[in-house]
């Protein structure tokens, strides 16, 4: 186990936690979020909610199946890093008034009248707690708070992720940089596309971040969030801050299920290296190409998956 770092989100605008948060976020690129203001039984409620729907029949999971037309709605069947994933997963999201998803609207559950509202109280708080910690990440890098903002205006395209992970009968866990051989991981490794994702998890530990030449697994802090920064606050800061790479185990004895809320820019921005962190390292990046792109290799083998990498100086 490692213990990645603790941030209080009532603290985010003092300098002590602030340079905490920079610390953190050079260093891992993951920490817990703690006094973040969602209490315990909203977070158990969200759980109970995800748990009634995951425990549903599949068919009546894949009539509400997300499409490469439309990406809100449950999938089984997701790629990472061209390898199939040991998990379910329910994607929900605004309606998309324009770009390359303009005129997706959320599926719904019909059966169950309370998920919606859990969904919709629980993709609040996450966007109020990413709009403060992108205001302090900005600050930490020695930017105005606002500096960032204007990349999720008029609309973001954030959304939330529920994940269920059921019992694998053949759980692998790489101890390098590479796909099962032969087993499973929940998730491949990967960092996350956006800006930053938001995570509530229960009790199960199988969440692992690669650090200094090996996985770390991270251990849940009950109550407490998981944040991890993603690949446009890499590029932004110039490489000072560096978007995790990470995996989730499969597990061959416990179910999991987790929330993971991505802050995404909207769907027209474009983002590069704040000018003030010198020589720029990255080309600048059209956000909702690159979301497309990356998207594309959810649904079937597209080649090698897009990265940061490839707009590289």
Same mark, same amino acid.
Request: aromatic share 12%; no cysteine; net charge negative.
């Given at each position: 186990m490692s213990a990645i770092p603790s941030i209080r989100f009532d603290r985010l605008q003092t300098a002590a936690t602030q340079a905490e948060l920079a610390d953190a976020c050079s260093r891992w690129g993951f920490f817990q979020l703690t006094h973040h203001g969602v209490n315990a039984n909203e977070q158990q409620g969200l759980l109970a909610a995800m748990r009634a729907f995951f425990d549903l029949p599949l068919p009546r999971k894949r009539a509400i199946a997300r499409t490469a037309a439309n990406p809100w709605g449950f999938y089984d069947q997701e790629l990472t890093k061209n390898t199939p *994933?040991?998990?379910q997963i329910f994607d929900v999201g605004d309606p998309e008034p324009d770009g390359p998803l303009a005129g997706c609207e959320p599926q719904w559950p019909v059966e169950l009248p309370a998920f919606r509202p859990a969904m919709d109280a629980h993709r609040a708080h996450c966007e109020r707690l990413s709009k403060g910690l992108l205001v302090a990440i900005a600050e930490s890098l020695g930017v105005a708070g606002d500096r960032l903002a204007a990349a999720f205006e008029p609309s973001h395209t954030s959304f939330l992720r529920l994940n269920y992970y059921p019992l694998c009968a053949a759980p692998e866990a790489p101890a390098s940089i590479a796909v099962p051989m032969q087993g499973h991981l929940g998730i491949n490794h990967h960092t996350d596309a956006g800006a930053l994702t938001v995570l509530m998890q229960d009790s199960v =530990?199988?969440?692992?971040v690669f650090n200094d030449g090996r996985w770390h697994t991270i251990e849940p802090d009950p109550g407490a969030f998981v944040i =991890?920064?993603? *690949?446009?606050?890499?590029v932004w800061s110039n490489d000072r801050y560096t978007a995790p790479l990470h995996r989730v185990l499969a597990n061959a004895k416990q179910e999991r299920y987790s929330a993971a809320y991505f802050y995404n820019p909207a769907a027209a921005a474009h983002y590069a290296p704040l000018? $003030?962190?010198? $020589?720029?390292?990255?080309?600048?990046? !059209?956000?909702? $190409?690159?979301?497309?792109?990356? !998207?594309?290799?959810?649904? !079937? *083998?597209?080649?090698e998956e897009i990265q940061i990498a490839h707009f590289a100086r």
């Open positions: *994933d040991w998990k =530990n199988a969440l692992q =991890n920064i993603g *690949d446009v606050v890499q000018r $003030e962190l010198g $020589e720029p390292r990255y080309r600048p990046i !059209a956000w909702g $190409e690159f979301r497309t792109a990356r !998207a594309a290799g959810d649904y !079937a *083998d597209s080649g």
